[in-house]
């Protein structure tokens, strides 16, 4: 994994000692609410066996995203391959950090990476349809909307009845994208470490 940078964030491959902030954004119960529907119960949500990515610093594909200027966590992102050609990109930040422009900031790095040094063909991601804000950030770093799923859950959370959203990018339209508007990310730099 590399480090990346870009005019606000800066997303490093997490650590062990980024799971406290981890733990307390999964406990915001508005960043959780369409995940599951408000914060997480670390008492009976094992992090290996939920049904979301719930990162303690060890995972692979999961950056950190920290501010350029104080260092401040921010939240994290990940580019999670599904297969060699195929990523899955996800993020969750604090929500001090929303409507900054930081998630479009971060994603489209990681969509730059992906696509430039990564090796990945098509990037997907999803979301529930009411998840308006995630959604914004898919169509900003240029997702298209591919397809809405719908799937019975044992313990439904409010909004899951309008179904999952599947956005998608492929390399070609990415780089079309590139080509026309320039860099995406705003000058992504990339550090080896």
């Keep these: 994994m590399v480090q990346l940078q870009t005019a606000n964030l800066n997303l490093a491959p997490c650590r062990l000692c980024d799971a406290a902030d981890f733990i307390a954004l999964e406990r915001d119960p508005e960043v959780m609410r369409f995940l599951n529907g408000g914060a997480v119960d670390h008492e009976k949500i094992d992090p290996e066996q939920a049904p ?24 994290w992102f990940c580019l999670f391959p599904e297969t060699d050609m195929i990523a899955e990109i996800g993020y969750r930040l604090r929500r001090a950090c929303w409507g900054q422009g930081l998630a479009p900031e971060g994603a489209s790095a990681l969509v730059t ?57 492929t390399r070609g339209e990415f780089l079309e994208r590139y080509v026309t508007y320039g860099c995406s990310a705003g000058c992504i730099s990339f550090r080896r470490i």
């Design 52 to 75: 979301f990515l719930m990162p303690r610093g060890t995972e692979p594909y999961v950056w950190t995203a920290r501010g350029t200027v104080d260092g401040a966590f921010v939240g």
């Design 113 to 169: 990476w992906g696509f430039t040094s990564g090796g990945y063909e098509r990037i997907v991601a999803t979301t529930m349809a009411v998840n308006h804000g995630s959604r914004r950030v898919m169509e900003k770093i240029g997702m298209k909307h591919t397809r809405t799923e719908f799937a019975a859950f044992p313990d439904p959370i409010p909004g899951s009845e309008h179904g999952d959203v599947w956005y998608e990018l």
